[in-house]
């Protein structure tokens, strides 16, 4: 595995960066309840077909807030801008080290050793680093140059990650 030893990954921090970060902590429950909201869309769908109006629509309205939460994640990001407003809008330097993470930002600086890490989960928005369900640190894909650039990055983290344990 070639190493991306002393790789300086730069972004701007952002709600959305972390609450997409955020996201990928509980994967399967976000399957669990996206099969959920469509069961329940499906039962609307039949409660107005029934004559059942107001249950159906009200059905509706519930379901298509909790899909369009589940997505967009807005009462997450309100929560966030909310506690961590001293970093937001901040540029955070990621260093890719062969011990381990390096972020630095206007607020302060963390090291985070690939032996305190367990799992590194990754989809289009975000490279998200965890130990059991938390979150330690994350890269928003802006940050990568490319796709390529972020898929090699995981499969660092992925072998550093299984040699540490």
Request: aromatic share 8%.
């Amino acid at each position: 595995m070639e190493s991306p030893d002393g790789q300086a990954l730069r972004f701007q921090t952002t709600a959305e960066a972390s609450a997409n970060a955020h996201a990928l902590t509980h994967v399967g429950l976000a399957r669990f309840d996206l099969i959920v909201d469509g069961v329940a869309l499906v039962l609307a769908l039949v409660l107005l077909a029934t004559g059942y109006i107001v249950l159906g629509v009200a059905v509706i309205v519930v379901a298509g807030l909790s899909l369009a939460g589940s997505r967009f994640h807005p009462l997450q990001r309100a929560l966030i801008s909310m506690r961590f407003r001293s970093i937001l809008g901040q540029t955070t330097e990621v260093t890719i080290e062969d011990e381990g993470l390096r972020f630095v930002n206007p607020v302060g600086s963390s090291f985070v050793p690939w032996s305190s890490i367990n799992a590194v989960r990754s989809n289009s928005q975000t490279v998200a680093f965890f130990r059991d369900r938390i979150l330690l640190g994350y890269i928003p894909s802006i940050a990568f140059q490319s796709p390529a650039a972020q898929s090699k990055v995981v499969a660092f983290a992925q072998s550093r990650i299984a040699g540490a344990h």
